[in-house]
């Protein structure tokens, strides 16, 4: 079977196993470019005997092994009983999903958003250096943070 998802690094070939509620079901046996030139097609192999149906509206999920990342797994939902077979068919990409990894989330951040980012890291320090003027500043919001009651 094959699904289409918008990211897939650390999907390797005879190492990324397919789950199914935690167990072991199969393997990743492919990784290369979607057919449409955006993302990501894996192939992936279901071992007989597994008792695995995959139906039409399955959905698929990256997922990190540990807590580190870079090692995935694929979180395979093989859909509801009512629904008819897959057979053949691949997951679309609206039906997949993938966890992003640090790197990729910090990855638009250019040399300004960078500098932004050291300068608003910087003041952060300052920012609370005096205890006295943070709690005055708690103290003042406090009032608004309760929870609103309907006269």
Known sequence: MTAVLAYGANVRPGYTPVRVHGVDVGQVTGVQRAPAGRGVQIEMAIDDGKGVTLHDDARLALRWRTLLGRNMYVDLDPGSRSAPPLGHASIPRSR???Q??????LEPLDARGRAAMKTMLGEFDRGFSDPAAVSGTIDAV????RPWRAP
Do not use: G, V, Y
């Open 96 to 98: 997949t999903s993938d």
């Open 142 to 145: 406090e009032p608004a943070m």
């Open 100 to 105: 992003i990894e640090l790197d990729t989330a």
